[in-house]
């Protein structure tokens, strides 16, 4: 059995609760009201560029130069691809990109964010990529498991959205990191790699709880 | 007027709102229940080893040898003094230091300590102590504005655990960082060390109202 | 005046002799013993490859989304077009990119490399940036001093590995580089930048010293 | 076979070189210069500074909270004990550690301590550890080795410096050094210790070449 397929199997239960979330749910069927859907997207450049950061990290400590080109390529994917996508569909709900950098995150991003940044920084590259790895992942897998309900989703936005992580060139990302969480995890510690797969999969539940109660600062 | 003294009064609308937590309010009056006070304590273990870890990325950031030779008296302090007196407290209420490190600690104290490794990690020295100082003084402050409840506080153990907050050395080392981000503020942009005061204030807060409602991992 | 061009008139005087130093006369009149050059180009790898992580632990540590893309800009330019054209270099001498993987670095490339990546890891992103600037721009520098010598230099080896140093594509490169030093400086302690980029100018006269004197390991 | 000892049995050939150096003998008999000898007590205390520095990265990097005090221990040592030490040899010679902070250190222990730092930082605590260990045991072995020679010693001086190598203290605390790296270097990939442990072996030879020559910055 793969070191991931464990990993997943070992996280269902929580993902499970990802897949019935109501953001997840209302998304899909399409009647979660764009004014918790906008915050959402908003706020997800925090994650974006925590993303950079994070992977930017991992090349830096990654042992091999093989992995290291990898993540490099990664990043690129983050700092180019993934912001240009982005940034376009700002643009088609009628924002921008420095809207969205003006948005200060909620509490729970940044928890998330600083969760990955604390595991890349201190722990090994193996950990580092299967703490980040449920994000990829699990938004691929909700895409997939809610694919039927696309044709009769009412909004295109949602629609639209939901295309990118079932596309050719999600899946080969999505492979790629699956791949090196596999290839860095063989004669390591499952428990280590396990631990941080679970962290990284409750804070995916947290943050669609967080953004469908619109969880701000309290003070 | 001492920066320390400016970011005091920038953070008094959220420090007022610490004062007035019922957390707080009940723990000075004594009407805390122990089942909401336990487990404070037991998670604060988690509190204390994060803090060593902090100053001690501090003491490796140190640009000068004086303040270097501060810090790691600050890291001993904790490792010995702290840790000492926090297990003789936990054995007095019937716990073991064992104990408290076999909790789980819970997503506000996991986002509080990420929060302050991450800034000490990529900020500078003065960011990281201006991060933590809040936690340090605002235990003073709270114990200070409640020293008169103290006396008909009927809770002995409430009033142990109080007494320390306003013992001669721990208003020594609360002195020692706060002359450190007054001198190491000096030049430096006020703006910045302001931020992560504030929010390491708002951690304050959000973690006495995780305690109180012993807010867990909800997956 | 610029800050760079302040940096650069303080390490003249370091930078005078590295013109003068018998590696760089001796390769741009074509009469360096290839025995000479092959290993300095070998080693080569070392240092790119840690020009990558370095590049990288700048894009964490950047506090600026615009500076942060920049740095992910280079980092790609040196993990693609850098390899790229350092590969094929490789194999118009004969060797590959494998080859040059398996040479151990010698002393000076492993303490100027060590030297890039504390700085980056420890001090600022604008410091980072300085001390690895000496690096790329003297070696423009060098190209344009000695462009007229090139017509002559019968070792055409020679005369294509100096053609990439005032090539358009580097110029913009370097061009790019000081102009983040420029912007990043500003309102920054000038006797900082100057420090690491006189270490940067020292370490790139010792490593040309090294190479020449062909130095190893003793142990 | 304890890992320490396979170490030690593998560095073997480069302490044999230590235990010959001139500048080893030569103190050890006590004909070397004390304008040999000076320069290099005084430029030690770049070394201390940047071992306190490096305990606590590992302090930082820790996984286990037992590791982590003994770590602190170390750190605490390191910047009481030792510095106080070191202070009072200095005044016994006419000089202070004002003096000594004011030494540019040469290239040599620059790159050992930035070999050191970078290895704490990237790599795990059990690779900090044992990059280390050569210097703490090798100034042991190197004081037993040559302690009949001490009695004959004409320089008192030498005869002091050599005492703290083979105290109690001292080897307790090389004890404990040997003792963590016995314990994480279990499980753990051999490999990647013994080359940081040659590395570090190296730099100690090759220092104590560097302080015999005075070489110091070419430029």
Redesign the interface.
């Known amino acids: 059995m793969k070191i991931t397929d464990r990993l997943r199997r070992d996280a269902d ?2 993902w499970r ?1 990802i897949f019935e979330h109501p953001f997840v749910v209302e998304l899909y069927s399409g009647i979660l009201p764009m004014d918790k859907f906008i915050p959402y997207i908003l706020e997800d450049y925090n994650y974006l ?1 925590g993303a ?3 992977f ?2 991992m ?3 990654a042992e091999s ?1 093989d992995v ?2 990898e993540l ?1 390529e990664i ?2 994917l983050e ?1 180019e691809s993934e912001v240009k996508g982005y940034g376009e569909f700002l643009v088609s709900l009628g924002y921008s990109l420095e809207d969205a ?1 003006q948005i200060e995150p909620g ?1 729970m991003n ?2 998330y964010e ?2 990955l ?2 595991t890349s ?2 722990k090994t590259v193996a950990e580092a990529l299967a703490a980040v790895l449920p994000c990829f992942w699990s938004y691929h897998e909700i895409a997939v498991f809610y694919q039927e309900r696309l044709p009769s989703n009412p909004n295109q936005v949602y629609v639209d959205w939901a295309s990118v992580y079932v596309s050719d060139e999600y899946v080969t990302l999505l492979n790629k990191l699956k791949g090196l969480v596999d290839s860095l995890g063989q004669n390591f510690d499952y428990q280590k790699l396990k631990e941080v797969f679970i962290q990284g ?2 804070y995916e ?2 943050y669609w ?1 967080a953004v469908y109660n619109r969880d701000g ?3």
Chains 1, 2, 3, 4 share one sequence.
């Open positions: 239960y929580i609760r560029i950079i950061r994070n930017s990290i090349v830096s400590r130069v290291m080109k490099v990043v690129r700092a950098a509490p940044v928890a600083n969760f940044l604390i920084s201190f999969s409750r539940y947290m709880d600062w309290p003070v």
